[in-house]
């Protein structure tokens, strides 16, 4: 079973997004971070709908991977891709989301759920969909549907019929099956970003040489290992000597507290 899930969204991420496109890749992020997105699977349809009282879905992506990450980290792998023009904003965003002052404070680094959606498409007014009749007013983060049945297969032909009859909103491939053809997974093509957290994702926020528990700051050299300062390729002789490496890099971005 081909699965595709409707997320809600504030218009300012939409427009802040289609107002750039095109993207490789957008970050639909929550701002609480507290439970795994596990509505999907990778390949599968992932829907943009605008808060009430616009009722409509406005564009789309196919679902990549699914991750949870502080702030500092979504911001440095996604940047403006998520749907934010600053990293000061997208925090201000978090805390008013939250209604939680703490997350101004800069010396926090909030934990938010972060889905990456690859080959995004953002439609015009014009093309807007309204929600099937089963949408509930009371629906707050999103609703999954079977794409084969009922308002889930609607919906797949709807996209699929506005994706094919206006190729310039989509990306330089197609990425539906043909018009109205059978629900299918969709290979995502991963950006960067989706990348990098999959990565420190299946590493467990661990170094894969030295096991620390620790987040990147950007692949950026450190100040405190000379190995990094001097430009030198690691050697396995030098990561044992001086361990230094890592806790340079995690210091020097706020983030000594993700050591175990």
């Known amino acids: 079973m081909v699965r595709l899930f409707v997320g809600v969204t504030d218009k300012a991420w939409f427009d802040q997004l289609s107002a750039s496109v095109p ?27 605008l808060h009430s009282p616009n009722n409509f879905i406005v564009g789309g992506g196919i679902f990549g991977h699914a991750s949870i ?18 990293r000061s904003e997208m925090r201000a965003r978090i805390a008013s989301y939250r209604r939680d002052p703490i997350a101004l404070d800069d010396r926090q680094d909030p934990v938010i759920g972060c889905r990456i959606l690859t080959q995004p498409f953002f439609w015009p007014k014009e093309l807007w969909l309204p929600v099937p009749e089963s949408w509930s ?31 310039e909103i989509r990306n330089t491939e197609p990425i539906m099956a043909e018009r109205f053809g059978n629900p299918t997974l969709i290979k995502p093509r991963l950006g960067q970003g989706a990348f990098r957290l999959t990565i ?26 000379s190995v990094c300062h001097n430009k030198r390729p690691h050697r396995q002789n030098d990561v044992s000597k001086d361990r230094r490496c890592d806790r340079g890099k995690y210091f020097a971005g706020g983030r000594h507290d993700w050591f175990a």
Do not use: M
């Open 23 to 49: 993207h490789d890749e957008v970050n639909f992020w929550q701002p609480s971070g507290t439970t795994q997105f596990r509505a999907l699977q990778p390949g599968e349809l992932f829907l943009f709908k």
């Open 200 to 225: 420190t994702d299946n590493y467990e926020r661990r170094c894969a040489v030295s096991g620390e528990k620790t987040l990147p700051i950007s692949g950026d050299r450190c100040s405190l290992c």
């Open 69 to 86: 990450a502080p702030l500092s980290l979504a911001w440095e792998a996604f940047g403006l891709k998520n749907g934010v023009s600053s």
């Open 137 to 167: 007013p009371n629906i707050v983060t999103g609703k999954g549907f079977n794409a084969e049945e009922g308002d889930g297969q609607y919906l797949w032909s709807a996209v699929t019929d506005r994706l094919n009859s206006v190729p």
